[in-house]
């Protein structure tokens, strides 16, 4: 395996919520009367099924409690080995699966401050997304406005499956504010599931709902570059997160040649779609769908035309590869220093 340098960026950890009950500190008292009356006592979703080894690697699960919930095993498993200068804690719980937008945004607010004061204030390397309600554009723009006074918040968080193509214009908003903000927008995998996770309707297994998050990526990257996006928005950074990467090469050549076609349709898409992806596109590393092979992975990245395009990340505490051999095979020096220092660094302004 290639080998980890110091002081890099890990641009996807899980820190989990252990309970409900734990964003009750962080509700107003109206919403904590809501919780305890309604007898709500967790968010839980089928992305990660709680006994499924892509959950957690077994040395990182803990005998008890939700893999990912404790700060200490963080700090031991990933924080100190992989001796990280910074790591992005993206939570992912079911906040975003809520319809009422109120009941949405009191929770993705109580989400934040507890990932502030519970994560963020008890180490100095750890940095948050902004987890906003997708239900009401107003709403998560006010939530962006308010944590980004917190400079330790470097990224807004949204689900690849949602309600909408996330090009649309009516959530056109979101992005304005986060570039105003130098905020990359962080698409993760996952669903709030208000509709089908695959184009054609329900699966019946997990599996199905797994492999599909990479169809949703390629739909939403293309409705965020024909509906102009980075035409309205250029500075805008988004990040694929859990996206996989093997996929990106194809995609662009098929989504390059149908653009050239009928380019006429989208006349606000005055670069190809490959340029547009190079300038405002970054993917995570892991999960890393290649195959193991060195000389695959060298034409891999020779397909992609650009060595700015991947963020390095352990996706902590989730199964996705072996201990401290989070770099695929076959990485030079020089390609390895980028994924890990110099692309999250160029990605993330505010990391500082």
Same mark, same amino acid.
């Given at each position: 395996?290639?080998?980890?340098?110091?002081?890099?960026?890990?641009?996807?950890?899980?820190?989990?919520?252990?309970?409900?009950?734990?964003?009750?500190?962080?509700?107003?008292?109206?919403?904590?009367?809501?919780?305890?009356?309604?007898?709500?006592?967790?968010?839980?979703?089928?992305?990660?099924?709680?006994?499924?080894?892509?959950?957690?690697?077994?040395?990182?699960?803990?005998?008890?409690?939700?893999?990912?919930?404790?700060?200490?095993?963080?700090?031991?498993?990933?924080?100190?080995?992989?001796?990280?200068?910074?790591?992005?804690?993206?939570?992912?719980?079911?906040?975003?699966?809520?319809?009422?937008?109120?009941?949405?945004?009191?929770?993705?607010?109580?989400?934040?401050?507890?990932?502030?004061?519970?994560?963020?204030?008890?180490?100095?390397?750890?940095?948050?997304?902004?987890?906003?309600?997708?239900?009401?554009?107003?709403?998560?723009?006010?939530?962006?406005?308010?944590?980004?006074?917190?400079?330790?918040?470097?990224?807004?968080?949204?689900?690849?499956?949602?309600?909408?193509?996330?090009?649309?214009?009516? $959530?056109?908003?979101?992005?304005?504010?986060?570039?105003?903000?130098?905020?990359?927008?962080?698409?993760?995998?996952?669903?709030?599931?208000?509709?089908?996770?695959?184009?054609?309707?329900?699966?019946?297994?997990?599996?199905?709902?797994?492999?599909?998050?990479?169809?949703?990526?390629?739909?939403?990257?293309?409705?965020?570059?024909?509906?102009?996006?980075?035409?309205?928005?250029?500075?805008?950074?988004?990040?694929?997160?859990?996206?996989?990467?093997?996929?990106?090469?194809?995609? $662009?050549?098929?989504?390059?040649?149908?653009?050239?076609?009928?380019?006429?349709?989208?006349?606000?898409?005055?670069?190809?779609?490959?340029?547009?992806?190079?300038?405002?596109?970054?993917?995570? $590393?892991?999960?890393?769908?290649?195959?193991?092979?060195?000389?695959?992975?060298?034409?891999?990245?020779?397909?992609?035309?650009?060595?700015?395009?991947?963020?390095?990340?352990?996706?902590?505490?989730?199964?996705?590869?072996?201990?401290?051999?989070?770099?695929?095979?076959?990485?030079?020096?020089?390609?390895?220093?980028?994924?890990?220092?110099?692309?999250?660094?160029?990605?993330?302004?505010?990391?500082?």
């Amino acid at each position: 395996m290639a080998s980890l340098i110091a002081g890099g960026v890990d641009c996807d950890v899980h820190p989990a919520v252990p309970h409900l009950t734990s964003l009750l500190p962080y509700l107003n008292d109206y919403w904590r009367d809501q919780v305890t009356t309604r007898g709500m006592v967790d968010l839980v979703s089928q992305s990660y099924p709680k006994n499924s080894p892509i959950v957690a690697r077994p040395d990182w699960r803990p005998e008890n409690g939700k893999p990912g919930e404790s700060l200490e095993d963080m700090q031991r498993h990933v924080l100190d080995p992989f001796r990280l200068t910074y790591a992005i804690c993206n939570p992912l719980y079911g906040v975003q699966m809520v319809f009422s937008e109120d009941l949405q945004a009191a929770f993705c607010r109580a989400l934040n401050e507890w990932l502030a004061k519970e994560w963020l204030d008890r180490d100095s390397r750890l940095r948050g997304s902004i987890v906003i309600p997708t239900q009401s554009v107003e709403k998560a723009v006010a939530e962006i406005e308010r944590c980004a006074q917190d400079k330790r918040f470097v990224q807004v968080l949204m689900l690849v499956m949602g309600d909408t193509p996330l090009g649309k214009r009516a $959530l056109w908003p979101i992005y304005e504010a986060a570039e105003r903000h130098d905020l990359p927008v962080g698409i993760h995998a996952g669903s709030a599931y208000h509709n089908p996770p695959t184009a054609v309707g329900w699966g019946s297994y997990h599996i199905e709902d797994y492999v599909g998050q990479a169809q949703a990526f390629q739909t939403q990257l293309t409705s965020l570059i024909v509906e102009g996006v980075f035409a309205k928005y250029p500075r805008l950074k988004m990040v694929m997160l859990e996206s996989g990467v093997s996929w990106i090469s194809p995609f $662009l050549w098929r989504l390059h040649k149908f653009w050239r076609g009928v380019r006429m349709e989208t006349p606000w898409v005055d670069r190809a779609p490959l340029e547009i992806v190079r300038s405002n596109i970054r993917f995570s $590393l892991q999960p890393f769908d290649a195959p193991p092979d060195e000389a695959t992975l060298i034409r891999l990245f020779e397909h992609m035309q650009s060595d700015e395009l991947v963020l390095f990340s352990t996706d902590y505490p989730h199964w996705q590869f072996d201990g401290l051999d989070a770099l695929p095979q076959g990485l030079s020096p020089d390609l390895v220093r980028k994924i890990m220092i110099d692309n999250p660094h160029a990605t993330y302004p505010r990391l500082t």
